[in-house]
């Protein structure tokens, strides 16, 4: 079996660093923003250390994703065919391919949950800093920053479900592109039949 490399290892390196400082800021945010959930804090070396190392999570997250939005922005362009694979993403959830144009390395999917991940950030940073630093900003913006905050953080955490999920379950083999940096051939063509044509010329 022949494989091609999918991702670099700087591409991996970004990725698994923005995938554990968002489950830290994700799982420490919840103890912070519910009473009924501040027993998480416990896990993550209690109240205090949560309530200093949160925001930091954060910072560190809005950078990592910085450095692959800096790699990946160009690619997750959406195009014409984009939206036809769009309109049949249920059929590509099931793994049901008949009529779903061939995707480049990243297909529709994957592009809307950059995007979403990279707007959901920008909010999440803008309105940390000002929960932050409250004492910098007017109390109007922090009513604002308050309720955007928890909002971005909800959509964000909601598609990184959606990213597991298809990633393990709906499509088998991409986690471990992103944890080897390889794909067989055969996966290759068959998720991703544009861009394996384009790397490997056939």
């Not at 494989?3 to 830290?24: P, V």
């Not at 995007?115 to 803008?126: G, K, R, T, V």
Request: hydrophobic fraction near 50%.
């Amino acid at each position: 079996m022949k494989f091609i490399e999918r991702f670099s290892f700087a591409e991996r390196a970004s990725h698994w660093i923005s995938a554990l400082c968002f489950l830290y800021a994700a799982f420490t945010g919840l103890a912070l923003w519910s009473p009924r959930l501040f027993w998480l804090s416990g896990v993550f070396g209690g109240g205090e250390t949560v309530r200093a190392w949160h925001p930091w999570a954060g910072l560190f997250f809005a950078i990592a994703l910085g450095v692959m939005f800096r790699r990946w922005a160009k690619e997750m362009q959406l195009d014409e065919e984009d939206q036809v694979w769009l309109s049949k993403s249920a059929l590509y959830a099931q793994n049901i391919e008949e009529g779903i144009p061939e995707s480049g390395r990243f297909n529709a999917g994957q592009k809307m949950m950059f995007w979403l991940q990279s707007a959901s950030a920008f909010f999440l940073l803008l309105s940390g800093v000002v929960i932050w630093f409250p004492e910098v900003a007017p109390r109007s913006l922090r009513l604002i920053a308050v309720l955007v905050h928890p909002a971005s953080a909800a959509v964000s955490l909601v598609g990184i479900i959606v990213h597991f999920y298809m990633s393990t379950m709906a499509v088998p083999g991409s986690m471990g592109a992103m944890v080897r940096g390889k794909v067989s051939e055969g996966w290759a063509r068959s998720h991703h039949g544009k861009w394996y044509r384009e790397v490997t010329g056939r």
